[in-house]
């Protein structure tokens, strides 16, 4: 796992440094968009059926107010719309800075 070595929110961006001497700029759209939370997931039970989960929203306009750091594994953002559940574990924040933005 690489580590973030320092996580800044420029503008509309969450802007991460690498421990590999990578940057990654991810908007906060879509970070929004890909939250890993059961609100916006839903979950299975062990059957395997799907319980809630939001449907593809468009989240421009959302922003990032702030963020904290949980355990030695991921990020948890506060986001403009009141959302502040997904933990976005490190591999999952490399994974989005490297998806050219639709």
């Given at each position: ?18 421990e590999?001497?990578?940057?990654s ?7 929004r ?13 062990i059957?395997?059926?799907q319980?809630?989960?939001?449907a593809?929203?468009n ?16 990020i ?27």
């Amino acid at each position: 796992m690489i580590l973030p070595l320092d996580v800044q929110l420029i503008g509309s961006e969450v802007a991460i440094h690498w421990e590999d001497g990578r940057e990654s700029f991810i908007t906060a759209a879509t970070l929004r968009a890909a939250s890993p939370s059961a609100e916006t997931r839903g979950e299975r039970d062990i059957f395997g059926h799907q319980y809630g989960g939001a449907a593809p929203r468009n989240f421009v306009g959302v922003e990032v107010l702030g963020w904290e750091r949980v355990g030695n594994y991921a990020i948890r953002f506060d986001f403009s719309d009141g959302h502040r559940t997904g933990l976005y574990s490190y591999d999952l924040l490399r994974q989005l800075g490297e998806t050219p933005a639709a």
